[in-house]
Every structure is written in C-alpha cells, then in structure tokens.
C-alpha cells in the first residue's frame, strides 16, 4: 500500500453516492471537499460543499476517525 492510500480512509458508500457529483482536481472550486473518491485515473474528488474548508463534514469526520485509531467503516 503506498502512502498515498494509507493517508485516506478506505472508500466505503458515501464515496460511492458521490461519484455522480464528483469532479477532477483542476475542476473544484473554493468551497469544494478535496477528498479523493476513486483509486485510480482519472483522480476524482468529492466536490460536496465546505464551510470553507479542505473537507466536507462527513470526509473531515472520517479523517478525525481514522487520526484517532477507530479506523474506517
């Protein structure tokens, strides 16, 4: 597993309802989570809204898990 992979807990449906929204990188705009959704080329993003932050409240969630130990769903 490259480091890349371990940064990011593992997708799981969230992920998966947001691919219909999701964008590429060069397509995001300010206020857009930066999350990737997707293992492989082309790289896809979350695009759900912020409260101006990197990541939507459900990625910021999963990332504050994962910091913690719980691990992913």
């Given at each position: 597993m490259t480091k890349f992979e371990t940064d990011f807990a593992p997708?799981?449906?969230?992920?998966?309802?947001?691919?219909?929204?999701?964008?590429?990188?060069?397509?995001l705009r300010p206020g857009e989570c930066?999350?990737?959704i997707n293992?492989?080329?082309p790289y896809l993003f979350c695009a759900a809204k912020t409260d101006?932050?990197?990541y939507?409240?459900?990625?910021k969630a999963r990332?504050?898990?994962?910091k913690?130990?719980?691990?992913?769903e």
């Amino acid at each position: 597993m490259t480091k890349f992979e371990t940064d990011f807990a593992p997708a799981n449906r969230y992920d998966a309802d947001r691919l219909p929204f999701a964008k590429r990188l060069e397509d995001l705009r300010p206020g857009e989570c930066t999350w990737p959704i997707n293992s492989g080329g082309p790289y896809l993003f979350c695009a759900a809204k912020t409260d101006g932050k990197k990541y939507c409240a459900h990625h910021k969630a999963r990332l504050l898990q994962k910091k913690s130990g719980q691990g992913g769903e």
